[in-house]
């Protein structure tokens, strides 16, 4: 349910619970910055005593002539939750809470966070936080927050819309947004999102003309069918979404039967999520602010676009270079121009060199020259995005070196600038004619790449919760059953009890590979429960006795007695192919190079499930590992469209339901034209396989 935006940000009165009077401490902050800021609803400062700064104060909400479109809690932890109750009883529709001391506390925590989420149930109170600093709509002068930042006066009004996980960085966005010359509509600060959070927040705005863009700041994936609905809405609207967030360095590797669980961590899930929503996440913070300017100029491509080619117009070779270094860094490429846009250039009078950067040298500072230029370029097929980097002249003399890319950017959409100097004034020309501009070559790279990173948000695959006392796993007999269903071949092999090995005539010649096989044993060298290249029945006889002994003196509660006996197979390469159904976005699919050493090399691809044949490729094409099965200096090439057919097949378990977790490590890729074939494979399911 979204919450009423009159009420959590456009209130016509408000109630401070616990405002205090000394200038000096937080619960100050509110009333002071709302009358500051021309507030001109009612204000209720609660406190016990008759005035607040200056202002009648009163004793209880109860005791307010009428009731207040929202309250901001200032109390205390145990305060903070009564008043919650309050609110609740009063039917407020709006109530903000500054405190902490609930989820992130620890176990008594989540107990009184609990207890909070109880108060306001079957109430129509919509509760903002715990540990929100509070709110601020700028169009409608409501500076509802204890942010020191809102001290500032003529805070700058725009269409950029914040909401941040962490609350003190509304007054960082607000400060530095404000020396790039953003403007804001408003900023939340979520807090711990117990009953709203980001996306059902942002949703609310998506039809207010005053929005224009969005920026998320988020610590983690929190309520990810909320943003996912609003991304879409906003995605159908033309207004863009931007996000920084973190969690890029692995701090611990997630607990997962399998090494998919720990390969795909929780960022590496939030980073397929957001892309595959639409959403733009940067990896810097002069990204954040830098790129709403330039995803205003590049729609979301479709899905099915070819890989976007960028073209480099400069004066400068050496600042050129620098964008084109971490362009390549972030696997954006740069091209030089076309035959036909090459034969433009020279019918201008411009020499498009040999390089991938067109460099007009001095030049090219004058207009006769990079105004030609960047029509050349413009008007070249092969470009999806041309950046015009400007070297000295743009502090000295901006008038000369951005006023040609001002002129061209009237016609041309797909037009982005950097200055190498520091350059305010140029900086300011381009802003104001609507012209994406880059300070650093890094904040340039990244909004790049992170406007092309976006994918067509598509409708969400059922998440239904699976029911935990329904949990198995499957032995690896079962689990290549179930693969064959899906169309994922598997080396032959037949599954025998240990007594029996080495007795029977076996469907496929020797050498094998001889595995225990029981449910409950996943790691299978870890007990020594694995021979290969056994080449004989007596081999097999005792490879097989072996087995069961290392394994029942590693876990002799098992009465593992059962083996798998499996044809060898020579292959080109070994890849993972991992499933797993995450709690917050739903069934995920992964790609990394296989074998033991999977998650030491972290060389991985991840995607929400399931997925086309082309972002299949996507994958394949992502995980460096697997370059040397394409051909690599003469060598053979696998077979990488069976690769990607494998890749689909087990992304479709996403329509199943019943299967938590699946991996095939390795799936070992043959010659081109012989397929791939699996060699190991574990799956939990969630209920009977349907």
Known sequence: MRPAPSALLSPRSIAIIGASDDLSKTASRPLRFLR?????????????????????????????????????????????????????????????????????????????????????????????????????????????????????????????FVASQSGSMIGAILSRGRQRGLGFAGLVSVGAEVDLDVGSICASTLDDPQVTSYLLFLETLRGAGALREFAAGAAVRGKPVIAYKLGRSQAAAELAVSHTGALAGEDDVADAFLRDCGIARVDTLEGLFEAPALLHRLPIRPRSARKPVIGVVTTTGGGAAMVVDQLGIRGVTVEAPGEATRQRLTEAGIDPGHGRILDLTLAGTRPEVMGPALDALLQAPEFDLVIAVAGSSARFQPELAVQPVVEAAASGAHLAAFCVPEAPQALAMLAAAGVPAFRT?????????????????????????????????????????????????????????????????????????????????????????????VESDAALREAATRIVASVAKHRPALGADRVLVQAMTRSLGEVLVGYRRDPQVGPIILLAAGGVMTEIYRDRSVRLAPISHDAAREMIAEVRALRALEGYRGKPRGDMEALAAAIVAVSCLAERGDVAECEINPLMVLNEGRGVMAVDAVIRLAGDIT
Request: charged share 20%; net charge negative.
């Open 441 to 533: 070559p890094e904040a340039c790279a990244d909004a790049v790449a992170a406007a092309f990173a976006r994918r067509e948000p598509r409708a969400a695959v059922s998440n239904r919760v699976l029911a935990c006392g329904d949990e198995r796993m499957l032995d690896e007999a079962e689990a290549y059953a179930l693969l064959a269903d899906l169309g994922v071949p598997h080396a032959p092999c037949v599954a025998l009890s240990a007594a029996q090995a080495g007795q029977e005539r076996l469907p496929f010649p020797y050498p094998v590979a001889v595995k225990v096989l029981h449910r409950d044993i996943l790691h299978k060298t870890d007990l020594g429960g694995v021979a290969l290249g």
């Open 36 to 160: 500051g800021g021309g507030y001109e609803g009612t204000v209720y400062p609660i406190a016990r005593r008759e005035a607040v700064l200056g202002e009648r104060a009163w004793p209880s909400l109860a005791a307010l002539p009428e009731r207040p479109d929202h309250a901001f809690v200032l109390l205390p932890t145990e305060g903070a939750m009564a008043a919650v109750a309050e609110c609740g009883k009063l039917g407020i529709p709006a109530v903000t809470v500054l405190a902490g001391g609930f989820s992130e506390a620890g176990p008594d925590g989540v107990a009184r966070e609990a207890a909070l989420r109880h108060s306001l149930r079957g109430s129509d109170t919509r509760l903002l936080g715990p540990n929100s600093i509070g709110l601020a709509n700028l169009h409608h002068r409501m500076v509802l927050t204890a942010n020191a930042a809102f001290a500032e006066p003529d805070l700058p009004r725009g269409g950029v």
